[in-house]
């Protein structure tokens, strides 16, 4: 499955070096058009077998900016997602 980044971000670049396979692309990049980060959800692994957590919501400074897709989108779901919609990273 994947993660999905909000209208909330900041372009701050945080998260972008930290996906390990690449599913970040800048506000440049965004296929969307939106002035915003994005991720290719069928790029998108949720760092399983890679990390713990979700590389890019940990270093997202934005709270709340990262949060789970809907189910069925992108192949590899990691056991420990939460509902689609909610943060990645809760405080
Ligand atoms: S959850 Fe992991 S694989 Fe998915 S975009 Fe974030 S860093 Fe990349
Ligand atoms: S780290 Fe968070 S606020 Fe910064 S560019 Fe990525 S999603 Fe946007």
Same mark, same amino acid.
């Given at each position: 499955m994947a993660v999905k980044i909000t209208d909330i971000c !900041? @372009?701050?670049d945080a998260c972008l070096d930290e996906c390990p396979v690449e599913a970040i692309v800048d506000n440049d990049?965004? $296929? &969307?058009?939106?002035d !915003?980060?994005?991720?290719? @959800?069928?790029?998108?692994?949720?760092c399983v077998d890679h990390h713990d957590s979700p590389a890019c919501a940990d270093a %997202? $400074? &934005?709270? =709340? %900016? !990262?949060?789970?897709?809907? $189910? =069925?989108? =992108?192949s590899v779901e @990691?056991?420990?997602?939460?509902?689609? =919609? &909610?943060p990645v990273v809760e405080d």
């Open positions: !900041i @372009s701050c990049e965004n $296929p &969307t058009g939106e !915003i980060y994005y991720v290719y @959800s069928d790029k998108c692994v949720e %997202c $400074p &934005t709270e =709340g %900016c !990262i949060v789970w897709d809907e $189910p =069925g989108v =992108g @990691s056991p420990d997602r939460g509902q689609a =919609g &909610t």
